[in-house]
């Protein structure tokens, strides 16, 4: 059974960094993209990064190109988000997410966690 945890959400004025971490245990993750989705109130959910778990290859939704960086330490069996430069339109809960790289290819992630709140006030 795949579980994934979310922590390191919290409240940051505009300008200001975060780490999310996401706890990954239920398989080991080799042919697994990791990722990152956000959703705020009312809104869509969105892509905001993704890390294939053994080759690495990141990539970012545009809106956080620059400023966040996705990164996974195997060992650990977790996936980090880092946050900087915030913004308020960063403000959502944020989603870890696995799936096969097949799936992924496709859009779609077969796992999630129960995310984590980020607020980013002016």
């Known amino acids: 059974q795949v579980q994934l945890v979310e922590s390191g959400g919290g409240l940051v004025q505009a300008g200001g960094s975060l780490r999310l971490s996401c706890a990954a245990s239920?398989?080991?993750?080799?042919?697994?993209?990791m990722a990152w989705f956000r959703q705020a109130p009312g809104k869509e959910r969105d892509f905001v990064a993704a890390?294939?778990?053994?080759?690495?290859?990141?990539y970012y939704a545009d809106s956080v190109k620059g400023r966040f960086t996705i990164s996974r330490d195997n060992a650990k069996n977790t996936v980090y988000l880092q946050m900087n430069s915030l913004k308020p339109e960063d403000t959502a809960v944020y989603y870890c997410?696995?799936?096969?790289?097949?799936?992924?290819?496709?859009?779609?992630?077969?796992?999630w966690g129960q995310g984590t709140q980020v607020t980013v006030s002016s």
């Open positions: 997410a696995a799936g096969p790289l097949i799936a992924t290819m496709r859009g779609k992630y077969d796992y």
């Open positions: 890390i294939n778990w053994t080759v690495g290859s990141p």
């Open positions: 239920g398989r080991t993750f080799s042919g697994y993209r």
